[in-house]
């Protein structure tokens, strides 16, 4: 048999040195182990999760809280935590995600978590280059705190992602990298993500996403009772636990000079499911201006999310809806009686200049 060269045998060495084995167990010798949780019932260590709604829902309230939570070793909600380190690689501006961490610390009358870590700015994870970044970021932060990171949480998907989210193609490359970081360090990916225009189908985008997690969860917040659902739709490995229901409370906090400013943070109120209202019939002309209008509400609740005042609510004057409807092909000369007819039917309200959609009554 004739001896392998030299650069083969070293081509091999190095290829040894840099990829790992591939092994096999046997079945007998696998063990049946407990589940490992890091929230108790709601979230597993080791996982890939995902948390989905649309704008001004509470998606971001609730990562903040569950990342504070585990930060610091508190309950969230009545459900033991794992306590660890947490990456929070953010899509928004610090100045917003300061104010609600403050106001969660002084809602649970504790200190601001220090084993908490948020990102400078976002990045694109579907991109190799950049999750090694941020592989080595992270482990910059464990070799300084001399612990691993627990939780990982990327918020949103949309500000940390630069491919095409209807591509299985590039959603598969997204997910192979958040992956890789969450086998690096036996850590949990949680990943706060919007849902489509249909809300029932689920989060927005490739179907990929889906198939990829272990636990995926609905934020909503019905516009008729404020309240604030999460809503469990998937638990790989373990029964899907009861949904929770939240209350945004206003918290008085105070910035770095001590001038008095307001802030939010959750509190958990009794579950029930949100009120259901039968579907009316509108012409064509009348679902354009409720579509206009509902647009118009999502961009302003994601401004708001950015600055940190999802609590409030995403006032549309009265002349910037009418301009975008008539931009539409909505009769200027039938606007008056237009917005009579969806006042009469109680789907929008009008509160000085402002107009706001009704939404118990909206038809689709």
């Not at 096999?24 to 890939?48: G, H, T």
């Not at 192979?176 to 689920?202: E, M, P, Q, Y």
């Not at 609740?301 to 809806?321: C, D, K, V």
Request: glycine share 6%; proline share 5%.
């Amino acid at each position: 048999m004739p001896k392998k060269s030299n650069t083969a045998l070293n081509t091999q060495q190095n290829q040894g040195e840099t990829t790992a084995m591939f092994r096999f167990v046997a079945a007998s010798s696998m063990l049946l182990k407990p589940i490992a949780w890091l929230v108790d019932k709601y979230l597993e260590k080791d996982a890939l999760a995902v948390i989905y709604g649309q704008p001004g829902k509470g998606k971001s309230f609730l990562a903040l809280d569950l990342s504070c939570s585990i930060a610091s070793g508190v309950e969230f909600h009545d459900h033991a935590v794992k306590p660890g380190v947490v990456i929070y690689i953010a899509g928004e501006g610090h100045n917003g995600l300061a104010r609600r961490i403050h106001a969660w610390a002084k809602h649970n009358a504790v200190a601001v978590p220090e084993l908490m870590f948020i990102s400078e700015a976002p990045t694109d994870l579907s991109n190799a280059t950049n999750a090694v970044r941020v592989a080595e970021a992270v482990q910059e932060i464990a070799d300084n705190t001399g612990k691993k990171p627990a939780l990982i949480v990327i918020d949103t998907m949309a500000r940390n992602f630069g491919g095409d989210e209807n591509s299985a193609t590039d959603v598969g490359r997204f997910v192979r990298n958040v992956d890789d970081l969450r086998r690096h360090w036996k850590a949990t990916v949680l990943i706060v993500h919007h849902s489509g225009k249909d809300g029932d189908r689920g989060p927005r985008g490739s179907s990929a996403l889906k198939g990829a997690v272990d636990a995926e969860y609905e934020v909503n917040r019905n516009e008729d009772d404020k309240i604030i659902r999460l809503i469990p739709h998937k638990m790989k490995d373990a029964e899907k636990p009861t949904p929770l229901a939240f209350e945004l409370i206003g918290v008085e906090i105070a910035d770095s000079m001590g001038n008095p400013i307001s802030g939010a943070a959750l509190t958990l109120v009794e579950y029930s499911a949100p009120s259901t209202t039968k579907k009316i019939t509108l012409g064509k002309h009348q679902e354009t201006a409720l579509k206009v209008l509902e647009q118009m509400e999502q961009e302003m609740m994601e401004q708001l999310t950015e600055q940190g005042r999802e609590e409030q609510p995403a006032l549309i004057p009265f002349e910037a809806w009418k301009a975008k409807c008539i931009e539409k092909d909505v009769s200027s000369k039938r606007f008056s009686d237009l917005k009579s007819s969806l006042l009469n039917r109680n789907c929008i309200e009008i509160d000085g200049q402002h107009v706001a959609l009704v939404r118990p009554a909206r038809p689709y």
